[in-house]
């Protein structure tokens, strides 16, 4: 009798996580294109700017400042406003910041796209924060990982917005148009899906308590004086950098090191993400299998072998063969990163944002470091260095496993 009394309740919250798991992989989606769709329009940037690639690689760490400064506020700023109001102001904040990357472009005024580039970042890492948390807790909720899934979402939004800015460049759309477009109707997908992407909310008024904002901020900082948080972070920052690096330098190492052409090395690259995204998407019940450790580790395993391949192949097919190795190691570490993060619900906004400062980091210091070891090296061999990364990722693999005290 009483199963019957409670079965609708039960159908109820069941439909309610279901609902928040595909509201978060829509968010993820979006975030994905819009990542993408700015990122494949700086060629007509560049030129719109008349600037060189030097200084375009300057105002694009204007991006990673922003991300970085933002995220030493996302987590106080989601304890005590909660994710739904965060994602829906940094949505608009986000729409905003297309429209001055576009402006700016459009007028040729570097100053405003170098506005637009932080105040896109700076939107990004509370949009990435707010995410990753309500991520955490549908995966949490259905007691089984699909962190992968989401974060596939991302990689298959990244693919959908390189496609279409490809297609509108083909047709001569400005930067202007295009972007103010995306953002527009990111908007509208963003604000129709919040009310039931956002599962747990993570503001401090959750758990029927009065947090101020001085209590929230130290709350936060304590995060960053957690050992296991630290590890945590470096895992982040070994796998962002290997993933970053990837984007960054895969189509330069293809065409300066193997002697292939600008569309190869584009494609090539499309390899190393159709690879990620094949384990992303299968990455729950790998998980689920072997565990986060071992999952982890495997991880780091395949990205040094692949890139031993990559670097050192003596023909192009086992250099491409090299490249879908990495993108298998390099897929699932950051989902498995901001999972373990979440493991205690009350202290994820933190936990998180924490360890996505070390990714921003990672995007802030890995291409440039990479840059001068190229200058002396080449590139291909400069690529190495993930390698090293890797071993640090391996030795620290264990701080990933599930706290004890935590009830799965």
Not at 208 to 233: D, K
Not at 290 to 298: D, I, K, M, Q, Y
């Amino acid at each position: 009798m009483a199963t019957t009394t409670h079965a609708p309740f039960v159908d109820a919250a069941v439909q309610r996580v279901r609902r928040a798991r595909w509201g978060v992989l829509v968010l993820f989606g979006i975030a994905g294109v819009l990542f993408s769709g700015w990122l494949t329009r700086l060629p007509s940037i560049r030129a719109e700017l008349s600037i060189t690639e030097g200084r375009l690689g300057g105002l694009l760490m204007f991006g990673a400042l922003g991300s970085l400064a933002s995220l030493l506020a996302a987590g106080p700023v989601i304890a005590r406003h909660g994710t739904r109001r965060v994602l829906t102001v940094a949505s608009v904040a986000a729409t905003g910041a297309f429209v001055v990357l576009g402006v700016g472009s459009a007028l040729g005024l570097v100053w405003m796209v170098a506005l637009g580039i932080a105040f896109n970042g700076l939107t990004f890492a509370f949009i990435n924060v707010s995410m990753n948390a309500e991520g955490t807790a549908v995966e949490q909720q259905l007691g089984r990982t699909v962190m992968p899934q989401f974060h596939a979402a991302f990689s298959i939004g990244a693919g959908i917005g390189a496609l279409v800015s490809s297609l509108l460049a083909a047709h001569d759309v400005s930067p202007l148009w295009q972007l103010t477009g995306m953002g527009v109707v990111a908007l509208a997908v963003r604000l129709a899906v919040i009310p039931f992407a956002v599962y747990k909310g993570h503001a401090a008024d959750d758990a029927h308590e009065s947090v101020g904002p001085i209590a929230v901020i130290r709350q936060a900082a304590s995060a960053y004086r957690e050992r296991r948080t630290l590890l945590i972070g470096l895992v982040m920052l070994a796998s962002s950098l290997s993933e970053g690096a990837a984007s960054a330098w895969i189509a330069i190492a293809v065409v300066d090191g193997l002697g292939r052409s600008e569309s190869v090395g584009g494609q090539m690259y499309f390899v190393f993400v159709a690879a990620m995204v094949l384990v992303r998407l299968s990455g729950n019940r790998l998980v689920d299998r072997f565990g986060r450790v071992t999952a982890l580790r495997a991880s780091a395993a395949s990205v040094v072998v692949g890139l031993s391949l990559f670097v050192l192949a003596p023909s192009f097919p086992v250099a491409a063969l090299g490249l879908v190795a990495w993108g298998f190691g390099a897929a699932l570490a950051v989902p498995i990163g901001f999972s373990a993060a979440a493991d205690e619900p009350g202290r994820a906004p933190a936990r998180i944002a924490a360890v996505s400062s070390f990714a921003s980091i990672a995007g802030l210091t890995g291409p440039p470091l990479i840059g001068y070891i190229a200058d002396v090296t080449g590139v291909r061999h400069a690529l190495l260095i993930i390698c090293f990364a890797m071993v640090v990722s391996v030795s620290v693999a264990g701080s990933v496993r599930r706290p004890a005290t935590v009830v799965p």
